[in-house]
């Protein structure tokens, strides 16, 4: 069933087979899926989603997965795109979006690289799956890992969030906590899969995460009746969801779905972690490793991702921008979104709403835009960001 | 757009008009919307549902609303379905699914209720809704409330779980803690209720929760392809969502979408708190209050429910049975679902599967009988169920 015609390196344009298993290209660069697009887009009509699964799994065409039995699924994707106009009114815009990924299984967007992820491992006959993750990433792959019987070995930041660390131990992943950042993790890990053969699935290290994370991108464009917005501001870590729904409008474009300008490509950061907001500042097409790393929102404390130039390029052709914000942006933005519509959102999400805030006021955005914010988790998994300090009343009293 | 004809008591049979507030009939009994089933089934085809909007306004015709624009909407309903092959293999059933109610905003099938009844609330002109809760009800109608733009009072024990504490406080509520039950909260909001005139949203007592509740029976049906499965297990605490299942099932037969014997309901308790399964056993029509409840399963920690009358008739009339399991059965399960199927269940769900195992084993259930058990909510709402003692590396470790 797949419409997959190779692996290919947006560096070096070497290209390589997709049935063979592949992690990065030998430049050391990450490798992307290529489609047959001119046969998709002749083979398959946009009407013809109407009707389908309410996951992820209703862009098969666009997904790498050869078989449909293969399928790992917990029910991921095709999350609700909200009007926020209460939020919108509190922050001065018409059109406020925000498409809420907290809906997922395991509560973020992380299940959808996970979900394409490990279904395309099963397929390619992989047994044991090893990854570096800030916390989420870990509790999602070791869901659907444990859901599809592989092994998993999980190393993460002994500040990881607690929750995530829970989703990990429960689906009985091998799980380690690691004194240091992401990237730490990820060196302990890459010398287990030196020594011991595990498949490497470190963001950006194998193809097929990204193109769970690109149906992101299909959905906005399909929930938007093809009509895109203005402009998509998305959290930035490892930087997997802002590429992927990049590419995604971009194969959207090439098969015909939709036309005219793509909307701007706004990568937001928090300030004690901004590698790409740098890099953009200074126009360049690479970041640089993000020394001191430090913020409350774990997801996005990424010092240097492997596809920064990806993520910056997704910006630069959009005519997009990159923003930071602080901690105590995100906080308070985390209490106005759920006191105004009902919404728990994650920190990453919240630096994305403190994000828009910022660029309405440098006129960078425009009060009648069209504007979607990623709220990539649910705030669930961060109950550290609320203070109880409740009445306590005797079961006779009166309020 | 609705196709309600009016609110009926299922003791007393008296009848309300459905445009004016109501709480309980006169005869203390809850009351159920009816609707215009014979105007229904002819002017709305099964086949109408294809394409529609992936959440539980898809049913429309079924709802309480008059108008569209008073939907309070995060994203609820139509939950995944998924064979649970690897559980099933466990246990001994050849064809076992559950139903994923944790991937509903909130984390739990609460937002089904709260979701229906802040839009129906709100439609009426209600300003103010108060409630005792077991936790999680409290945290989604304080959502749905936020961004309905309404005051909510609420009620919960002062050792209901942490997260639904936070929900609550996070979108703004009046929250206040109890020391006793749900039922104490709730003796403590009718007192606020009489005095300040708030509306009363307790479980039951006001006619359109279960209508949210009713969604997961339609769903059902709609997802088996209107070919009903032979059993359903569902967790009973307050007893809406059985109750809601079991009213589904008797519309959409009156209409003719579905035919044949219905599935057997199966009502599963704690042992701990086992009022229904007690009345049961007894063969009574109506439960007694059960003292000194005690469970890890917060949300059926229900002593005596308003609806008991209304859950034994489903469980009777459909050939079902009561079962109750232990805390130790219930924590056994969420590990099991865990590591066999990737899903972290919460610890309500988790009794229904032990359920399921344990009226297998006594022959109530077949291994060929195709059996469906809800989860009720997200076990990310219950970290406590998992312990961590996990290994810490340095930097430069080895794995």
């Known amino acids: 069933m797949s419409f997959v015609r190779c692996l290919e390196c947006p560096k070096c344009h070497s290209t390589y087979t997709a049935i063979e298993i592949h992690n990065l290209c030998q430049c050391g660069s990450p490798l992307l899926v290529r489609y047959d697009l001119e046969r998709l887009g002749k083979e398959v009509k946009k009407e013809d989603l109407k009707g389908r699964r309410a996951d992820l799994w209703r862009y098969w065409e666009f997904l790498p997965l050869e078989k449909e039995e293969n399928i790992v699924s917990l029910g991921e994707g095709f999350t609700p795109i909200f009007t926020a106009n209460n939020l919108g009114r509190e922050l001065g815009f018409k059109h406020l979006y925000i498409k809420d990924e907290g809906l997922n299984p395991t ?113 906005i464009a399909e929930q938007f009746n093809w009509e895109l917005p203005d402009a998509v501001l998305y959290p930035t870590g490892g930087g997997v969801g802002i590429i992927g729904i990049w590419k995604a409008l971009q194969e959207l474009q090439a098969i015909g779905w939709i036309k005219g300008p793509l909307p701007k490509m706004i990568s937001v950061q928090a300030e004690g972690c901004s590698p790409i907001v740098k890099a953009f500042q200074e126009g360049k097409k690479e970041s640089e490793f993000y020394h001191g790393a430090q913020t409350i929102a774990g997801g996005i404390r990424v010092p240097k991702a492997l596809g920064d130039f990806l993520v910056l390029e997704a910006v630069y052709e959009s005519g997009g921008t990159a923003v930071s914000v602080s901690d105590d942006e995100i906080l308070v933005a985390v209490k106005l979104v759920a006191r105004t519509e009902g919404m728990f959102i994650c920190p990453e999400g919240a630096a994305a709403v403190a994000g828009a805030q910022k660029l309405l006021a440098s006129g960078f955005l425009k009060p009648d835009e069209k504007v979607v914010v990623l709220n990539t988790g649910s705030g669930l998994k961060y109950p550290e960001l609320v203070e109880l300090d409740l009445p306590v009343l005797e079961k006779e009293a009166e309020i």
Request: hydrophobic residues 40%; aromatic residues 8%; proline residues 4%.
């Open 107 to 219: 509560g973020t967007f992380k299940a959808r690289g996970a979900a394409v992820g490990v279904s395309r491992a099963k397929e390619l006959g992989i047994k044991t799956i090893a990854m570096p993750t800030a916390g989420n990433a870990g509790g999602a792959w070791s869901s659907y890992g444990a859901r599809a019987g592989m092994e998993m070995i999980i190393a993460m930041p002994v500040d990881a969030p607690e929750l995530a660390k829970k989703e990990c131990v429960v689906s009985g992943a091998r799980t380690y906590l690691v004194k240091g950042l992401i990237s730490d993790a990820g060196k302990i890990i890459a010398q287990g899969v030196k020594k011991y053969g595990w498949f490497d699935a470190s963001t950006l290290k194998e193809p097929y995460r990204i193109e769970g994370k690109k149906t992101m991108g299909l959905e």
